[in-house]
């Protein structure tokens, strides 16, 4: 089975007050068929350029290098009409927003419909039907009335869900959530999670899942790609890269998550990660990260250290291997593959 999405090399450059600004810099990254690949980092680490850049949803000026390849189509050194045959057809996203997201003067079945009819020629009876299907697959009570209604008059985890079932009215391969449940609560976020894991096995699915929640991507993620000023810093099989994580920003980042001591439930102080985040356009020489890591030496100022390979593990059919940049932590050889367990969490129906 070939790979669904490959990046490799990518660059996007935007305009900027006196010279172009590279906010994604050297990105490879690939998905396969029926795979949920996570995304994860700080707030303009690039994860949403990522996705920006694959509908081609760049501002006026951007430039793009590299190679994105799209079930055999280059979509980089294609037209903006490269980028419309799989915008919403092959390719859809579902945004952080849902309110942002919907059209607030449109009903629900206006909006679900709309792209039925473009991309797959149904006509208006046929799309209606579609669109009473996909709510239901969506978990949204008494679709033909929802259909009717207006987005003001669901909850916020009910319009996430609506705004789901647009994304995949068309009938996609590879679905983009760009941080789908941020905005809700935990039990509703639970829920959307448990959707689309459940989606990926039902539809022949696969998910580019961006968040900055590591522990979302623990249970829902195959291989997790760790993003810092612009630049994949880690990636590997979501456990291994969880259990053992070669990258001290990705270390960082899980010290730096909120929890609970073993006996007591008492709180544990948080242990954020000192200084501030690098953007694109605010990155040092050398590792964009040394700035703010404990375990920095001389030369991480002065070069920027390559995506190395640490270890291979089998996930499924493919071999899956886990790579970091860093001087210290990633040698130049890269050691023997070790065999880690994958565990796959248990399925279960999601909660309204």
Do not use: W
């Not at 057809?89 to 473009?118: N, W, Y």
């Not at 953007?279 to 040394?290: L, M, R």
Request: aromatic share 4%; hydrophobic share 40%.
């Amino acid at each position: 089975m070939g790979q669904l999405l490959s990046m490799s090399g990518v660059g996007v450059s935007l305009p900027g007050l006196h010279r172009p600004v590279d906010v994604l810099k050297d990105v490879t990254l690939d998905v396969d068929p029926g795979e949920i690949v996570g995304i994860a980092g700080e707030s303009g680490s690039g994860k949403s350029m990522t996705g920006r850049a694959l509908l081609g949803l760049l501002p006026d000026g951007a430039r793009v290098r590299g190679s994105i390849t799209f079930e055999g189509t280059d979509l980089a050194s294609g037209s903006s009409k490269s980028f419309r045959k799989v915008r919403g057809r092959r390719i859809a996203m579902v945004f952080q927003d849902s309110t942002a997201a919907l059209h607030p003067m449109l009903t629900v079945g206006a909006q679900l419909t709309e792209h039925m009819r473009r991309h797959l020629g149904l006509d208006r009876r046929q799309a209606a039907a579609r669109a009473v299907e996909l709510l239901e697959q969506v978990r949204i009570p008494d679709p033909a009335r929802a259909l009717r209604s207006y987005p003001h008059q669901f909850s916020g985890g009910m319009r996430q869900r609506i705004a789901i079932a647009i994304a995949l009215a068309a009938e996609p391969a590879l679905l983009i959530a760009d941080e789908p449940t941020t905005a809700l609560d935990v039990t509703v976020q639970a829920g959307i999670l448990r959707l689309f894991d459940r989606l990926v096995r039902e539809m022949d699915l696969s998910i580019m899942f961006i968040t900055h929640d590591l522990g979302v991507l623990a249970a829902l993620a195959n291989r997790t790609y760790v993003f810092y000023a612009g630049r994949v810093m880690e990636t590997g099989p979501t456990e291994e890269l969880l259990l053992r994580a070669r990258h001290p920003y990705t270390a960082a980042l899980l010290s730096a998550r909120p929890e609970t001591a073993d006996t007591g439930g008492e709180p544990v102080p948080l242990r954020p990660i000192p200084g501030q985040p690098a953007t694109a356009a605010s990155s040092p020489p050398g590792c964009p990260f040394h700035p703010r890591c404990g375990d920095r030496v001389g030369m991480c100022s002065r070069s920027t250290p390559p995506l190395v390979q640490v270890s291979t593990t089998r996930i499924g059919a493919r071999e899956a291997a886990h790579a970091a940049a860093c001087h210290v932590h990633a040698p130049a050889v890269p050691p023997p593959a070790v065999p880690v367990p994958v565990t796959v969490p248990a399925h279960g129906e999601e909660a309204r």
